[in-house]
């Protein structure tokens, strides 16, 4: 496979990573028979029109045929497709569209807006878990707006039963900014430094665990900015060592493409898709898009654990066997592996936005810290405290 020259240690280096691998899994186009029942394909990315294909999904033998070949193109196909008319009735989409209007006015006045993933600053809002406000606002329009047998029958292809949705809101200005390009949520999500401790396999197990999707809250064309897609860029398997290197971001420049949507298409890809946002360089369309960040059943442990209150038991001993030299920073760095949340996700993005990108501090990394800093235990108490309160919704 592309990629496995730079496995031989176990993980990936950045420095290692080949552009020749690269561009050779770009040069790709699909394979007809393993998109047969694409209407078309367009710019190396499969278009499934769901005026035609809807009734299959009320069928189990036809939804599972179409679901395997959904799971193939996110795998090794072109890694991205459309599913046209995806609403076959975008009234609800309009009536969601003015519910998320009124958030947005009323988050702006109360706190300014959100922080937002990879994006310059610009004309652009976004509301945090849209998913839960929408149905606060109306669980009426949530249900309609969810009861979607296409995004359900494309979110199980890639994942599974059971899976966890999330949604957020981007709507992008006319003269809004562009955003860089990256890959998704876990791995994507962050810093070099933290990406290259995870060994190998687990770059290739992170793309698996979510799906990326949007739907269109208003017609897309190509001036309002639609995504920037970079077709069988997930199949570069080092892609979260690369992503950042400035020769990859070259071809993504030169090689990226968009595709104008409708109201009412939806757009999925692999989360280890290259990928960007576009500017928004017209005069008079807002663009709207629903993001959907979708989760795999899978990424739970089997016990519910008070880490919140583990750590606020643990931390005075910790605290007193590292002034006594009792034990290395290596040996509490493990114990406290044991003991704290060591991931930023999930948190609520409204009280604890990303900056530039990155996750949050973790409960994990904090504890480090408050040992370094020699913080008293009710200080670190305290702050542990505002750091849960943070994350709750």
Not at 33 to 39: F, L, R, S, T
Not at 106 to 118: L, P, S, T, W
Not at 172 to 199: E, I, K, M, T
Not at 361 to 387: G, K, V
Request: glycine share 6%; charged share 20%.
């Amino acid at each position: 496979m592309k990629g496995a020259n730079v496995r031989h240690k176990g993980y990936y280096d950045p420095s290692e990573c080949q552009i020749s691998d690269f561009t050779a899994l770009i040069d790709q186009s699909p394979d007809p028979a393993q998109v047969q029942h694409a209407a078309a394909v367009e710019k190396n990315i499969p278009i499934y029109d769901m005026h035609a294909l809807r009734p299959a999904l009320d069928d189990p033998e036809p939804r599972r045929r179409l679901m395997a070949e959904w799971a193939a193109v996110l795998n090794t196909g072109p890694g991205v497709l459309v599913l046209k008319s995806a609403y076959s009735d975008t009234n609800i989409l309009d009536e969601a569209t003015s519910i998320y209007q009124a958030i947005i006015a009323r988050e702006k006045r109360e706190a300014g807006g959100g922080g937002d993933h990879f994006a310059a600053s610009g004309a652009n809002d976004r509301i945090w878990n849209s998913l839960q406000k929408l149905c606060e606002a109306s669980p009426e329009v949530f249900l309609t707006y969810f009861a979607n047998t296409a995004i359900a029958a494309v979110c199980e292809a890639w994942l599974g039963p059971n899976y966890q949705m999330t949604a957020q809101i981007n709507l992008v200005h006319p003269g809004g900014a562009a955003q860089q390009v990256h890959r998704d949520y876990h791995l994507g999500f962050q810093s070099a430094q933290v990406s290259a401790a995870y060994p190998a396999h687990v770059h290739d197990i992170s793309p698996i665990l979510t799906l990326q999707g949007g739907i269109a809250h208003c017609d897309m064309p190509l001036d309002s900015g639609p995504t920037k897609l970079l077709p069988f860029s997930q199949a570069y398997r080092p892609g979260y060592a690369a992503w950042r290197r400035d020769d990859f971001r070259a071809v993504f420049d030169d090689r990226h493409v968009q595709l104008t949507l409708a109201k009412g298409d939806a757009l999925f890809f692999s989360p280890a898709l290259f990928h960007a946002a576009g500017a928004n360089s017209s005069t008079n369309i807002h663009r709207m898009v629903n993001l959907l960040q979708v989760s795999s059943a899978f990424g739970r442990a089997m016990e519910t654990i008070d880490r919140h209150k583990i750590c606020k038991l643990l931390f005075p001993h910790a605290l007193r066997v590292k002034r006594e030299g009792r034990h290395t920073d290596a040996e509490l760095s493990a114990a406290i592996a044991a003991a704290a949340e060591g991931y930023s996700f999930p948190t609520n993005l409204d009280r604890d936005p990303p900056k530039g990108g990155l996750a949050p501090e973790t409960q994990a990394a904090f504890f480090m810290r408050a040992l370094a800093e020699n913080l008293t235990p009710e200080s670190f108490s305290a702050h542990l405290d505002h750091m849960k309160a943070k994350r709750l919704a």
